[in-house]
């Protein structure tokens, strides 16, 4: 499985990114794919999670009605849409990918990860 993060960047509060991870090397029917984040000095972190196959999804309580995952099929491509961004959005986003259920918020749920893509709110 191979996963690449893309789309990362410098915004001002307030402002739009969306973040993009392109997936291969498998089907990826009942799969999870995840966006995990890592501020400076911090843990990494669970954002958003979907269902590959039904597009369910599930986020932290901090980003609930600011980012949106979703995911095209036909593209192998998992997507976070992130508004109304805050400087304490800044960090490392990271996707990950993995079989379970839908709310599997821990790092160690996830074995395949991609690269992170930096994002930078400022104030």
Known sequence: VQLQAS????????GSL????????????????????????????FVASITWNR????????????????RDSAKNTVYLQMNSLKPDDTAVYF????????WRTRRDDYPHWGQGTQVTVSS
């Open 95 to 102: 996707c990950a990918a993995g079989e379970g259920s839908l």
């Open 7 to 14: 789309g990362g960047g410098l915004v001002q509060a307030g």
């Open 18 to 45: 969306r973040l993009s991870c392109a997936a291969s090397g498998r089907t990826f029917t009942n799969w999870i794919m995840a966006w995990f984040r890592q501020a400076p000095g911090k843990e990494r972190d």
């Open 55 to 70: 597009g369910s999804a599930y986020y932290t309580n901090s980003v609930k009605g600011r980012f949106t995952i979703s």
